[in-house]
Each structure stands twice: as C-alpha cells, then as structure tokens.
C-alpha cells in the first residue's frame, strides 16, 4: 500500500523559511513523478512544484519561483520542499503527490506565514 507522509509544516514570520519533507513507501518502482500542491482556504488546489525520479527536471508555479527548491533522495523515496522568504499568501495546506502507476496524496500540512 502506498503511503506518503508529510513533515516539517508550522507557522513562520514573512520572510522565513520552512522545509517540507515527504516520504513515499509501499512500492519499487523506480518511475514516478512527485509534486508538492497547496491549496488555501477558499481557492482551489495548485501546484507548487514538480520532481521526475529519472530525469530529475523540476517545474515550478510562477509564485514561488526563486523562492522554493523541489528536491529528492531517491533512496529514502523522499521528496523536500525548501521554501525560503515565505510570504502571507504561501499561508495553505501543502500535499504532497505522487504519479506511480496511480496517483497518491499525502494527508497535507499546514503552513502558517504570518507576524
């Protein structure tokens, strides 16, 4: 069974950092893609960011470009989310997603920017 468990969320000052981790078990395939979605309250989800196992190529919404950081340890089956000089608006509930041979979400975590 697959399973994909989120780490690291809290509340940070504007301007700080945070770093989410997910970890991925429950299967051997060594293709899959991972991203990282958030959605807050009252709009839709998005996507954050992008990962591929193989290529390692990362995509990332506009708003947080040069900003965040997607980034994997493949032996660990982990996929992190640096996010520096947060902002209010990065305030949501981040998941993490998985593209195996079906699709998988992390139960979310919440981040909190605020002063």
């Known amino acids: 069974q697959v399973q994909l468990v989120e780490s690291g969320g809290g509340w940070v000052q504007p301007g700080g950092s945070l770093r989410l981790s997910c970890e991925a078990s429950?299967?051997?395939?060594?293709?899959?893609?991972m991203r990282w979605y958030r959605q807050a309250p009252g709009k839709e989800r998005e996507l954050v960011a992008s990962?591929?196992?193989?290529?390692?190529?990362?995509n990332y919404a506009d708003s947080v470009k040069g900003r965040f950081t997607i980034s994997r340890d493949n032996a660990k089956k982990t996929v992190y989310l640096q996010m520096n000089s947060l902002k209010p608006e990065d305030t949501a509930v981040y998941y993490c997603?998985?593209?195996?041979?079906?699709?998988?979400w992390g139960q979310g975590i919440q981040v909190t920017v605020s002063s």
């Open positions: 997603y998985a593209r195996i041979s079906m699709e998988y």
């Open positions: 429950g299967f051997s395939s060594r293709n899959y893609v």
């Open positions: 990962i591929s196992n193989l290529s390692g190529s990362t």
